[in-house]
């Protein structure tokens, strides 16, 4: 059974620009979750999707946005980057109404110059 | 919202001796509780989870307790092994699944052989 597959592993952008990351769950796994990783504030929640909606959301302004698509693949789009973006971007895959536990990706490390 | 406190942030230890890592929540409706294991550079990994209706947990060298009342968990290692060096994050959520957590801020393992 294939892990959660994050695409593209590495990015380098300007500030100003924007940027999308993608995210392919498990198969089955209907909920897609993503979150920032930095030395300074750790892991946080951006949002959650599932069957296509946004079922949760964090603390993050609105230049971080997400959508599902039909298949629960996930995208991630952020705009007006900054420098403080930079950061691991993780998402992370469950089925909640079989199993609990939270898959992770690899992550997507960007880098804002 | 959510929070979680996690201590301590380093922990040096010896071959063989245990290691124990503490987390506190803020919120009561707070029901799943898992821990992930991150190794340099590679994704985070689940080792152990607690539900709220249950006091402890094991799994061969690894538990974790889980005090309602007090709004803290733990988790213990024992007979630790070089490879059991990693970070380690705590996480809580309200929604009894892995879909939304929120993270303690990590505990940096070290064994020393």
């Known amino acids: 059974k294939a892990g959660v597959t994050q695409t593209p592993r590495y990015l380098i952008k300007t500030r100003g620009q924007q940027v999308t990351l993608s995210c392919s769950p498990i198969?089955?796994?209907?909920?897609v979750s993503w979150y920032q990783q930095t030395p300074g504030q750790g892991l946080q929640f951006l949002f959650e999707y599932f069957s296509e909606t946004q079922r949760n959301k964090g603390n993050f302004p609105g230049r971080f946005s997400g959508r599902q698509f039909s298949n629960s693949r996930s995208e991630m789009n952020v705009s007006t980057l900054e420098l403080g973006d930079s950061a691991l971007y993780l998402c992370?895959?469950?089925?909640?109404?079989?199993?609990?536990?939270?898959?992770f990706g690899q992550g997507t490390r960007l880098t804002v110059v | 919202g959510e929070n979680v406190e996690q201590h301590p942030s380093t922990l040096s230890v010896q071959e063989g001796d245990s290691a124990v890592i503490k987390c506190t929540y803020s919120?009561?409706?707070?029901?799943?509780f898992p821990w992930y294991k991150q190794e340099l550079g590679k994704r985070p990994q689940l080792i152990i989870d607690i539900r709220s209706n249950v006091g402890e947990k094991k799994d061969q060298r690894i538990a974790v307790t889980l005090n309602k009342t007090a709004k803290h968990f733990s988790l213990h290692i024992t007979e630790t092994q070089p490879e059991d060096s990693a970070v380690y994050f705590c996480?809580?959520?309200?929604?009894?699944?892995?879909?939304?957590?929120?993270f303690g801020g990590g505990t940096r393992l070290m064994v020393k052989p």
């Open positions: 992370a895959s469950s089925h909640p109404e079989v199993n609990t536990e939270a898959f």
């Open positions: 919120d009561s409706a707070s029901n799943y």
């Open positions: 198969s089955g796994h209907r909920s």
């Open positions: 996480a809580a959520s309200k929604n009894n699944a892995g879909n939304m957590l929120t």
